[in-house]
């Protein structure tokens, strides 16, 4: 809360207010200054204001009503709720066997798509991996990953030889917002090497982001071998 309020998008505000809410600041069943008021403090728009309000309402952060005001809720309740899940789990779930590969790490700079996806500084290091995991020795899911070691330093100590990133992840980091996407990409040399699929096929892909309080831990991409099969229970 030590950042000057000059400039602030809607997202800086979110995570202003947010932390406010997380900290105490704002405490359960308190009402919040009006969007003016706000707006006023952030130098900012209502607009702009309004648009960070209603994310942390969708999210199950803030009771918006008119006349009023805007509270803060008791517990968060998350529309939908979210785990993240485990790709052994997964094959385990099919009673296949699951083995996991590292194909290779390295840290080196963010490449300019991942900076400016992720808002990170130019020149900011990344640890990149790419793992591969098979069900049955069958291949499942190539994984290609970036993890932001300021946020998290300590991922530079694992050498992920014997489980993946995303097992380490889930244990050790918490994350208070995800990203999810899913698509469809075509096969390229990389990928229909490692998931043995016909080049230029159509491969199931899963783009997932995590933050933690703000900043971004790890931006994945998860390619799935061909008949791969996505069920959900709610």
């Given at each position: 809360m030590g950042r000057t309020?000059?400039?602030?998008?809607?997202?800086?505000?979110?995570?202003?207010?947010?932390?406010?809410?997380q900290t105490g600041v704002w405490s359960p069943d308190?009402?919040?200054?009006?969007?003016?008021?706000?707006?006023?403090?952030?130098?900012?728009?209502?607009?702009?204001?309004?648009?960070?309000?209603?994310?942390?309402?969708?999210?199950?952060y803030l009771e918006r009503k008119r006349k009023a005001g805007t509270r803060v809720l008791k517990s968060p309740i998350r529309k939908a709720q979210f785990s993240i899940p485990l790709v052994r789990d997964e094959i385990a779930a099919t009673g296949a066997a699951y083995r996991?590969?590292?194909?290779?790490?390295?840290?080196?700079?963010?490449?300019?798509?991942?900076?400016?996806?992720?808002?990170?500084?130019?020149?900011?290091?990344?640890?990149?991996?790419?793992?591969?995991?098979?069900?049955?020795?069958?291949?499942?899911?190539?994984?290609?990953?970036?993890?932001?070691?300021?946020?998290?330093?300590?991922?530079?100590?694992?050498?992920?030889?014997?489980?993946?990133?995303n097992d380490w992840l889930v244990k050790k980091v918490p994350f208070t917002n995800l990203e999810l996407s899913f698509l469809a990409t075509k096969a390229n040399g990389e990928i229909a090497e490692f998931l043995d699929a016909p080049l230029g096929d159509p491969i199931f892909t899963a783009?997932?982001?995590?933050?933690?309080?703000?900043?971004?831990?790890?931006?994945?991409?998860l390619f799935f071998a061909p008949g791969y099969r996505m069920t959900t229970h709610l």
């Open positions: 309020h000059e400039n602030m998008s809607y997202r800086d505000i979110k995570q202003v207010v947010l932390d406010r809410i308190s009402i919040l200054p009006s969007e003016t008021d706000l707006a006023t403090e952030f130098s900012s728009t209502r607009t702009t204001v309004n648009r960070a309000l209603r994310e942390l309402a969708e999210e199950g996991y590969s590292l194909v290779d790490k390295q840290v080196h700079a963010a490449p300019s798509w991942l900076a400016a996806r992720l808002d990170l500084k130019r020149g900011q290091d990344v640890l990149h991996l790419r793992c591969m995991h098979y069900a049955d020795n069958a291949p499942f899911q190539f994984e290609v990953r970036w993890i932001v070691t300021d946020v998290v330093p300590e991922v530079l100590d694992e050498s992920f030889e014997q489980s993946g990133p783009e997932r982001i995590t933050w933690l309080r703000g900043a971004p831990v790890t931006y994945a991409k």
